[in-house]
């Protein structure tokens, strides 16, 4: 997955707090009401939660817009259009400071009965006792890829920890493969990466989660909000993301810290391109030799 860099870094912090689902809503009510609104097609329903003064910023693949009816008109919009089934994921979400709450996001959907999907995140603001909009992100409309590989039903948040954790989690791994005589897999992405908790849930999976556990322990490496944490990191260790930020990318070590296998080609961070088949090829081959 290619970083999708976002207009206000500031606002998205190092680090994701927990998040926890309840049973058909978000960890963020005022994500909620956003969600019905959009379902419901009603512009102003929208437009209350969306900043005025100043007024909502948001930025589109063809460029900013600083109307504050600019997201309002297209999620409204999407009702005409036959919505159904729609299904924001919240890959990401993160308190930044007091007042504060910033959200990456997937929405998946229906238009007409055909899947399409929208990639994006949102900056909200508490004013007073309510929240708004103030800053947002979006991908164009766009068909929904076909993945071969399972997809997690609700994105885990807190599935990268934080970057500095990093090396002890690597440390953790290895003292764990030395005993064990597992190899370790380090899993280079973040939580804004739905590659990431796709492969993830991938090697969850009831046809993978057997061979994954008997052969390798799976650490994974937050490259941060922005793409530029871990990477000297990642370089150590054979996979370059330097300039060029596209996750997962993985490695692969011996217990004793030797790299075995090191991602160059871009061969994880497209979930689309990949199937079953080429993730038991790639346990296989890299399972520890008294496998």
Wanted: proline share 9%.
């Amino acid at each position: 997955m290619k970083l999708l860099k976002p207009v206000f870094v500031a606002a998205l912090v190092l680090g994701c707090l927990p998040a926890a689902f309840g049973q058909g809503g978000s960890a963020f009510a005022p994500f909620d009401r956003w969600t019905a609104a959009v379902v419901s097609g009603s512009q102003s329903s929208l437009a209350a939660l969306y900043s005025t003064n100043p007024p909502a910023q948001t930025q589109m693949p063809g460029g900013k817009s600083a109307d504050p009816n600019e997201e309002p008109m297209f999620w409204s919009a999407l009702a005409s259009k036959g919505l159904s089934a729609f299904d924001p994921k919240i890959l990401s979400i993160t308190h930044p400071q007091p007042g504060e709450t910033a959200v990456v996001l997937r929405a998946e959907f229906k238009l007409g009965g055909q899947p399409y999907t929208v990639e994006g995140a949102q900056v909200w603001i508490q004013e007073g006792a309510d929240w708004r909009i103030a800053m947002t992100q979006r991908s164009d409309l766009a068909p929904s890829p076909t993945f071969r590989l399972p997809e997690p039903a609700k994105p885990n948040t807190d599935l990268y920890p934080p970057p500095r954790d990093a090396q002890k989690e690597i440390d953790t791994a290895l003292a764990a493969a030395a005993k064990d005589h597992k190899r370790v897999i380090l899993v280079f992405g973040a939580n804004w990466c739905y590659d990431c908790h796709v492969l993830d849930a991938t090697f969850r999976s009831k046809q993978f989660a057997a061979t994954v556990a008997a052969n390798f322990h799976v650490v994974h490496i937050n490259v941060g909000d922005d793409g530029d944490q871990n990477l000297d990191l990642a370089e150590h260790f054979g996979v370059p993301l330097k300039g060029h930020v596209r996750v997962p990318s993985l490695a692969v070590l011996d217990p004793d810290g030797k790299v075995v296998y090191a991602q160059k080609n871009g061969e994880f961070d497209d979930s689309v391109k990949l199937a079953p088949p080429d993730i038991a090829a790639f346990l296989k081959k890299w399972a520890p030799p008294h496998a």
